[in-house]
Each structure stands twice: as structure tokens, then as C-alpha cells.
């Protein structure tokens, strides 16, 4: 598999570098790299992991919504077109989304 890359920004922010390490389904799973900017980011991610891994559905979904309204987009490091509408979950080094 031939190294494919995204950078997750806002806008002209940096936020971090996804290399894809995985397809599983529909999901690319992914090595997160975070740049400077993430760490205004990682508060939203933990909501949401927080949320699911305790089952509660309603936070999670709101947690979600909350990581969308940002506006972040990933940029495809090999040129293509930008990535708007997607869910993304962030743990430590490891990411996963799917569009």
C-alpha cells in the first residue's frame, strides 16, 4: 500500500498529518501525527471517545456534531480533491475516518 496522507486543518490551521495504515469497510484507519493546532482540537475528540466507550449514545452523537461545526477538512497530501462531510475519530496516534 503506497503511503497516503492527509492533513486534517481548519481552514489556513494545521491541526495534524493522517497516513493510512488501514482500510477497514468503511473506515480509513490511519497513524495521527498532531501539529501545534491539535491541541485546541483534543478536548472535542475525548468528549466523543469518552462518550461511546460509555455507551452513551446521545452525548456521543452531540460530541460528533460539536468535532463537524469545527470545519475541518482533509487535504489529501497527493493532490485531489478536499474531504468536507466526514466522521473522524482521534486517540493518541491513531485515527480513523470515513466519508
Known amino acids: 500500500m503506497a503511503d497516503e496522507n492527509w492533513q486534517l486543518r481548519q481552514g489556513d490551521r494545521l491541526v495534524g498529518t493522517l497516513t493510512l495504515t488501514a482500510i ?7 497513524h495521527f501525527d498532531p501539529a501545534p493546532g491539535w ?14 466507550v460509555r455507551g452513551d449514545q446521545e452525548a456521543a452523537l452531540a460530541a460528533d ?12 497530501d497527493g ?5 468536507t462531510d466526514f466522521l473522524i475519530r482521534i486517540n493518541g496516534e491513531t485515527a480513523r475516518f470515513r466519508y
Not at 43 to 51: G, K, M, N, W
Open 65 to 76: 456534531e460539536a468535532i463537524h461545526a469545527q470545519g475541518l477538512t482533509l487535504i489529501p
Open 79 to 83: 493532490g485531489g480533491d478536499p474531504i
Open 39 to 52: 491541541e485546541d482540537f483534543r478536548p472535542l475528540f475525548t468528549a466523543s471517545r469518552d462518550a461511546w
Open 24 to 30: 477497514d469497510v468503511f473506515w480509513s484507519d490511519c
